[in-house]
């Protein structure tokens, strides 16, 4: 393995025992050679996981600690608001659909865009939250509020296959709170009819909701984002390239064309919007 240079520098080996050098082709097909990992003795491997082991430990004590620090802030009321559905003006307690907490991602929306051009991030957030059972088992309803008008943002969640609550907060500016889209905010509602938020967070913080970058970071090539500090040879995502992008489209966007049209392969990326049929506007 190369010695750790630049953003490299700082992080120990994990282990001392000398390994054989193995590349490897991928994609599969491709010309291009990927450096692995030297491959060492089982004894040497074990030793060396277990000293990370032994960090990972100390990492998710730290969150735990954290996380009762969060559950500990105060509260702070929020003024009289109203989202957009498809039912039209709905007051935010609603939202909660009788649940206790309400937990919303507020979604960047560029007007009269493709859905190709919306936002790369925010579709990256959102489409990992397909299963809400865990979330309703604690009394908590998850909702995703836009930017955009209702009419416009719901032909997106239709076509991105999206199963909850999905509304506009476009002039809900006491939601805001003079903050832009982008963010997750957590709810809990009172027996009277008041809603309280008790936290918020934004950048790097809405990974919470992004579970293949958890996956991703047990893996050998992580993220593959050009920002980690990974060994000389490991594959990141090339210079110019959108990480949430894939042929000009948002990763998630892909597998749903698929559903819609039989040979993907075939496809030029689209520059019109797409309707729920996948045909273009």
């Given at each position: 393995m190369p010695n750790p240079t630049g953003a490299d520098a700082g992080i120990p080996a994990m282990s001392a025992e000398p390994g054989t050098t193995r590349t490897a082709v991928s994609p599969p097909g491709s010309q291009q050679r990927l450096v692995l990992p030297p491959a060492v003795s089982r004894a040497s491997w074990s030793a060396a996981r277990d000293a990370l082991l032994d960090r990972e430990k100390a990492h998710t004590r730290e969150g735990d600690a954290i996380a009762a620090e969060r559950r500990r802030l105060p509260m702070t009321?929020?003024?009289?608001?109203?989202?957009?559905?498809?039912a039209g003006p709905v007051p935010l307690v609603d939202v909660f659909e009788g649940r206790r907490m309400l937990i919303a991602y507020f979604h960047m929306w560029h007007d009269g865009a493709s859905l190709a051009d919306q936002c790369e991030g925010c579709t990256f957030s959102t489409c990992h939250m397909h299963t809400l059972d865990y979330l309703h088992a604690r009394d908590v309803t998850y909702a995703v509020f836009s930017q955009g008008a209702y009419e416009e943002s719901a032909e997106f969640a239709a076509f991105m296959g999206y199963n909850w609550p999905w509304y506009s907060a476009r002039d809900a500016t006491a939601l805001l709170a003079g903050r832009g889209?982008?963010?997750i905010a957590c709810y809990v509602r009172d027996d009277e009819g008041q809603v309280f938020e008790t936290y918020w967070t934004t950048d790097r913080g809405t990974e919470a909701l992004m579970t293949s970058y958890h996956a991703l970071d047990l893996t050998v090539f992580g993220r593959q984002e050009r920002w980690e500090a990974s060994p000389d040879g490991w594959p990141r995502v090339p210079a110019g390239e959108h990480p949430w992008r894939t042929a000009g489209r948002p990763v998630a966007q892909w597998s749903r064309l698929r559903q819609i049209q039989p040979h993907p392969a075939t496809e030029t990326v689209r520059s019109q919007p797409l309707?729920?049929?996948g045909a273009s506007a």
């Open positions: 009321a929020v003024p009289s608001a109203t989202v957009t559905g498809a889209f982008g963010f309707t729920e049929s």
